[in-house]
């Protein structure tokens, strides 16, 4: 547990050691690729940091301004952040959301399923959500894990191979976004052309370095119906977007993409992150290849001024 600790300490972007931030991402056991510099850079409008010790513990904070205000808010397609480091269990937090600068005066983000913070700590005068995740550990081989399939999840995908859908690995990650785009414009329609531009530029850095992957499923005359981009690091497989068109809905193909990855990891003693399940269909369709529920912490404060408090 981390207790009150006196030599946190609030840092810039630019006043940021990069290269022991990721050293300690990379070390902690609760590190995620999201809170890597690359990341943060691709995708935060702003971000600065704290950071305890030698960068024993670290908090990225990314920020936003709204009218005159600066707040603390969760970049698209970032799951969760937090205060990352040494720690092998999860940990209580609260000296890091007090070392928080005043000037952030609303907080709207998601904390790593190994942060807490303890309901006695009313002072800070927080609004705490509980969310949901699925993780699929992939130690086991193939066979064992395609064991804990559920039926439809099986049936979905002995569908797509009778339908003689085909596996295409390898695609440029742009060429999926902008699918993913196209596809969901109207349901994710507050998703703005910036976040894509910087989802772009994020991928191709990680797809450079090994750090992304991609599916397509394809019919047997060529036609695209699912779509898959994954993050990958040391310890997770990330799911960062994937879609179906209606006939791809049909014929299983994003279920025989998410069977593909468990595969290509299986054995791997890495952990699927699904990382989508608080929209209940979502949740049943991961739920379908055997993972856990987890649950993480969601974070919000507000010390905005009359009247602008109720306009967030």
Not at 38 to 47: P, R, T
Not at 122 to 143: C, E, F
Not at 300 to 310: A, G, H, Q, S, Y
Request: hydrophobic residues 40%.
């Amino acid at each position: 547990m981390i207790e009150s600790v006196p030599d946190i300490r609030y840092l810039d972007r630019n006043e940021i050691d990069i290269e022991k931030w990721d050293r300690c991402i990379l070390n902690a056991p609760n590190g995620l690729i999201y809170a890597r510099s690359f990341y943060l850079d691709s995708m935060a409008e702003n971000w600065s940091a704290l950071v305890e010790g030698d960068y024993q513990h670290v908090m990225p904070l990314t920020s936003n301004k709204k009218f005159w205000f600066t707040y603390l808010y969760q970049p698209y397609f970032t799951k969760t952040l937090g205060v990352f480091g040494k720690s092998l269990v999860p940990f209580e937090i609260s000296s890091f959301l007090r070392a928080i600068p005043g000037k952030y005066s609303y907080w709207d983000i998601d904390l790593n399923e190994n942060n807490f913070v303890s309901i006695e700590n009313k002072n800070l005068r927080l609004n705490l959500y509980a969310r949901t995740n699925h993780l699929l550990p992939l130690r086991d081989d193939y066979a064992q894990l395609r064991h804990q399939y559920k039926r439809l999840a099986i049936r979905m995908k002995k569908k797509a191979i009778e339908s003689q859908l085909q596996i295409q690995r390898g695609e440029d990650p742009s060429k999926i976004i902008n699918l993913y785009r196209k596809d969901y414009a109207k349901r994710l329609r507050f998703i703005k052309n910036p976040v894509y531009v910087r989802l772009i530029s994020c991928t191709a850095i990680a797809f450079k370095n090994n750090l992304a992957a991609t599916y397509l499923a394809k019919s047997p005359s060529g036609e695209i119906l699912a779509y898959y981009i994954i993050l990958q690091d040391e310890k997770f497989i990330y799911s960062l977007l994937g879609g179906s068109t209606s006939e791809g809905k049909r014929l299983g193909a994003f279920y025989l993409l998410t069977d593909a990855i468990i595969q290509d990891h299986a054995g791997s003693k890495k952990t699927f992150r699904f990382e989508g399940s608080d929209i209940p269909g979502i949740s049943f369709f991961d739920a379908l290849f055997g993972s856990e529920k987890i649950s993480y912490q969601h974070l919000v404060k507000n010390n905005l001024p009359f009247p602008f408090r109720f306009f967030k």
